[in-house]
């Protein structure tokens, strides 16, 4: 096992364009999150994923965010109508169990020009 | 809600030297843990150590080792014989044990800490 992956690493979207983003965990880790990143701050909690079932929503998730994980398997993030704020580096991490470590993947960047 | 504050943006410290990252955070819970990620230049965050809160024994790992004051609420991260792959941002994080926080971390703002030859 490799590990988080992300993709793709870096995405360019035009305003008004929609965008996926995909997140493969580390296979036998029930519980997935999403986070978003801004330049020079920490991570922010965005969304978190039991197995198949989406058990919490940030406030950051307005209605143009949508997060899916089909199967409890791999997740992705879609966002429509992107806006320049939606530009940022996705975050996804999994993890056990309550207590564990979450392990990041290496990010998507989101540039919305 | 709980809040992580690193209060140091950057730092910087000389190899083989030590240096000791703040952090103090506030929550209302008594069942949680602590963690420190490092984040290098364009690469992916990785766990650098964790603290279980009910445990009074600081966690080390090789030259990275914590001193969690739980009465304060300060979580600081002191790096020994500092090495030029130290060089990251350093996030504190901290996340609620049970209840409904479904194990969602929360980040402090950072530390840039660069290591000089």
């Known amino acids: 096992d490799t590990g988080v992956s992300q993709n793709p690493r870096h995405k360019i979207t035009k305003r008004g364009q929609n965008v996926t983003f995909r997140c493969d965990p580390i296979s036998e880790h029930n519980r997935l999150y999403w986070y978003r990143q801004t330049l020079g701050q920490g991570p922010e909690f965005l969304t978190y994923?039991?197995?198949?079932?989406?058990?919490?929503k940030s406030r950051l998730l307005s209605d143009r965010f949508s997060a899916e994980r089909p199967k409890g398997s791999f997740s992705t993030l879609e966002i429509q109508r992107t806006e320049q704020g939606d530009s940022a580096m996705y975050l996804c991490a999994s993890s056990l169990d309550l207590g564990y470590e979450q392990y990041f993947g290496p990010g998507t960047r989101l540039t919305v020009t | 809600a709980q809040t992580v504050t690193q209060s140091q943006p950057e730092m910087s410290v000389q190899e083989a030297e030590t240096v000791t990252l703040s952090c103090t955070y506030d929550?209302?819970?008594?069942?949680?843990?602590l963690f420190w990620y490092k984040q290098p230049p364009s690469r992916q965050m990785i766990l650098v150590i964790r603290?279980?809160?009910?445990?009074?024994q600081n966690a080390t790992e090789n030259r990275f080792s914590v001193n969690f004051q739980k009465a304060a609420k300060s979580f600081s991260l002191k790096i020994s014989d500092s090495q030029l792959g130290d060089t990251a941002m350093y996030f504190c994080?901290?996340?609620?044990?049970?209840?409904?926080?479904?194990?969602?971390?929360?980040f402090g703002q950072g530390t840039i800490l660069t290591v000089h030859p």
């Open positions: 994923f039991q197995n198949e079932a989406q058990l919490e």
């Open positions: 603290q279980e809160a009910y445990k009074q």
């Open positions: 929550t209302s819970e008594s069942n949680y843990y």
């Open positions: 994080a901290f996340v609620v044990a049970g209840g409904t926080s479904y194990g969602k971390l929360t």
